[in-house]
């Protein structure tokens, strides 16, 4: 099957830096990738879309300055925290949708678990 | 808008059971997929199983089947022979096809124990 490739799968840092999230699609080409946060114990909110080569588009809340995505090739999307506070802390996962196999098809990355000291 | 609503925070069933995990969901699309996908405790998202909503045929994968109603908007999971390995989180998702970017919106979860 399909491969998404989320690096790092874990990251400790210190408040008021960024840090950079990514993304990669293995063997298929994704034009459109998501981003969903996730809290211990609680459900999946979906972040953002990104699509290859244009603007991303987040959700309500969510402020496009402090997460900043790219989604420049159609296997890379990377997520950015900017300025990372302790409540950024959470579990970060991106789905990348196969350009080949249509709208059914998505592909989870094994997620990163940020912590903001 | 999408919305899905898992109604169970946490099951538990004994090892062999049957359990049943429900799901209601709420959409204005024709079109649109339903998931059931599971979250062991590695965080790794699997897909269980998937239903088309045009098609009226529950679907089925080994131990897994779905029970669509589409005019009631429900869509639950049965596990038939439950075994230890079964123990995660589940999530049921709704996507839609062509408007919204097909993003897949997920219900709370439902943290599912199978017992030795």
């Known amino acids: 099957g399909a491969v998404v490739s989320q690096h790092p799968s874990r990251v400790i840092c210190k408040s008021g830096t960024s840090v950079k999230i990514e993304c990669r699609s293995l063997?298929?080409?994704?034009?459109?990738m998501f981003w969903y946060r996730q809290f211990p114990k609680q459900s999946l909110m979906l972040m953002a879309t990104s699509n290859e080569g244009s603007k991303a588009t987040y959700e309500q809340g969510v402020e496009k300055d402090k997460f900043l995505i790219n989604h420049a090739s159609l296997t890379l999307s990377t997520l950015t925290v900017t300025s990372a506070h302790p409540e950024d802390s959470s579990f970060y996962i991106c789905?990348?949708?196969?350009?080949?196999?249509?709208?059914?098809?998505?592909?989870f990355g094994s997620g990163t678990q940020l912590s903001v000291l | 808008a999408q919305t899905v609503t898992q109604s169970q925070p946490e099951m538990s069933v004994q090892e062999a059971e049957t359990v049943t995990l429900s799901c209601t969901y709420d959409t204005s699309e024709n079109n649109y997929y339903l998931f059931w996908y599971k979250q062991p405790p590695s965080r790794q998202m699997i897909l269980v199983i998937r239903?088309?909503?045009?098609?009226?045929q529950n679907a089925t994968e080994n131990r897994f089947s779905v029970n669509f109603q589409k005019a009631a908007k429900s869509f639950s999971l049965k596990i038939s022979d439950s075994q230890l390995g079964d123990t995660a989180m589940y999530f049921c998702?709704?996507?839609?096809?062509?408007?919204?970017?097909?993003?897949?919106?997920f219900g709370q979860g439902t943290e599912l124990s199978v017992k030795p």
């Open positions: 063997d298929f080409q994704a034009t459109t």
């Open positions: 239903q088309e909503a045009y098609k009226q």
């Open positions: 789905s990348a949708r196969d350009r080949e196999t249509g709208m059914g098809k998505l592909f």
């Open positions: 998702a709704s996507r839609t096809l062509y408007n919204q970017g097909g993003k897949l919106i």
